[in-house]
């Protein structure tokens, strides 16, 4: 049974990508700043599946929701 509530590290493992907490900060230095015009799923660094997942799961309001904004939020920093 999958957890209620996913984690940060949890949704970068299930977009396949290094989970660990400095690779996290790593890949969110890289990426940030996301312009405010530019929906989380549509920036241009996600493959065609990371962005629909990421797109579905908001549409969704899905488990992963609040991890999903949380990325949102750092991106955007």
């Known amino acids: 049974m999958e957890p209620a509530i996913h984690d940060?590290?949890?949704?970068f493992a299930?977009?396949?990508?290094?989970?660990e907490p400095g690779q996290i900060e790593h890949f969110i230095a890289r990426h940030?700043?996301?312009a405010?015009?530019?929906l989380l799923a549509d920036a241009p660094f996600?493959?065609?599946?990371?962005?629909?997942?990421?797109?579905?799961?908001?549409?969704?309001?899905a488990d992963w929701a609040s991890a999903v904004e949380q990325l949102d939020v750092m991106l955007r920093g």
């Open 32 to 34: 940030r700043p996301l």
């Open 46 to 61: 996600w493959s065609p599946s990371q962005a629909h997942f990421l797109s579905e799961m908001v549409a969704e309001d």
């Open 36 to 38: 405010d015009a530019v």
């Open 8 to 11: 940060l590290s949890d949704l």
């Open 14 to 19: 299930q977009l396949g990508l290094p989970a």
